[in-house]
């Protein structure tokens, strides 16, 4: 019986009570029905008529034997017909449930139970919906992580590979003039006029390592900021200051232009860090005499700069970790080719849209980031 599906073992059971029912009634009915005949006898005939009364007993009994086989024909297909109809009407629903699952389990993203009630049966239905839904939502975050977990590996591998390349010049250049000083090479036997030299080269090694490990531990550092809710022109203002006074040493005009008031919700430490990035690059590749604008129009932050326009190929390769576009601006001009690369990896990791593209009028680039304003608490 344990083996048999549902239909028929509820089929079996129903079947099998009305089955049981209509034995026990038809018993009833031919022990009782003799003894419960109705005596239409007038009472002055009932003491002389007992043998009239045994004779009606037995055609009553004989009429109930005669009537038996017919009403346990009836009865039984009457038992078959409505154990069929109700049957269906239980198992059907959990069929459709049934079905509805094989699909379910090849992750049929447009599979789903069909709700025909608001019964237990419904409820079930329902609740297995809800189940799968949530089942597809968290593989696809699982998913999403495992991509996004991937690309960080991989922009780790490529970091790294880049700062390796990016060390290996210093480094060599360094072991070449230490080894020429200590073979007395030429040039190089005035060992005191070199070692300023080896020891600025040392500097520039300190700093620049400093500068890849402070930025291969950034994702960690902007995951673990918490957003605070802040006034973003308050914000900007801070953060334009100390390049306000370096454009007016180069003779740079600096437009800052923001709204009053504008609450954001961000990590406030590592978007300012982007910013300062966008900021120092702005400043530091405007010509004397040529102007910078800080801006934003609704929910739009501009900072654009007049220079000659970068190539729409190149700056792809800009967001690069150690790419420098213009090379005439190498390491010793304080150049170290990861501003926008920590920009890029901040603003990705904040999941702030942004887009760096050059402009006609005036003629320069323009760096734009998406913010949504959030409403001050009340």
Known sequence: MRRLKLFPKFFLYTLGI??????????????????????????????????????????????????????????????????????????????????????????????????????????????????????????????????????????????????????????????????????????????EAYLPECKEMVEQLAVMIHDILETSRLNMAVSQEEPVETNLPDLMEELCEPYQLIAAAHQISFSFKMPAAFPVRIPVKEFGRAVSNILANAVAYTESGKSVSVYMVEHTLFIENECTPIHKEEISRLFQPFYRPDFSRSRDSGGNGLGLYIVDTIFQTLHIPYSFAPMDEPEGMRFTIQLIDVPPKS
């Open 18 to 191: 009305m089955l049981l029912l209509i034995v026990l009634i038809h018993g009833f009915l031919y022990l009782l029905a003799p003894r419960m005949q109705v005596d239409f006898t007038p009472a002055t005939e009932a003491a002389g008529n007992i043998t009239v009364s045994i004779a009606r007993e037995r055609i009553v009994t004989e009429a109930v034997q005669k009537a038996l086989p017919i009403s346990l024909c009836c009865s039984l297909l009457i038992s078959v017909v409505c154990s069929l109809l109700l049957t269906k009407g239980i198992t059907k629903p959990i069929q459709e449930i049934s079905a509805s699952t094989d699909p379910m389990k090849k992750l049929d993203k447009t599979a789903g139970c069909t709700i025909h009630s608001k019964d237990e049966i419904g409820l079930l239905a329902e609740n297995i919906n809800g189940l799968y839904f949530n089942l597809l939502s968290t593989i696809e975050h699982l998913e999403g992580e495992k991509n996004h977990v991937r690309e960080l590996e991989r922009s780790k591998v490529d970091f790294l590979r880049a700062a390796s390349h990016e060390l290996k010049t210093p480094v060599t250049a360094l072991n070449a003039t230490l080894e020429n000083m200590i073979l007395g090479v030429g040039k190089y036997q005035d060992c």
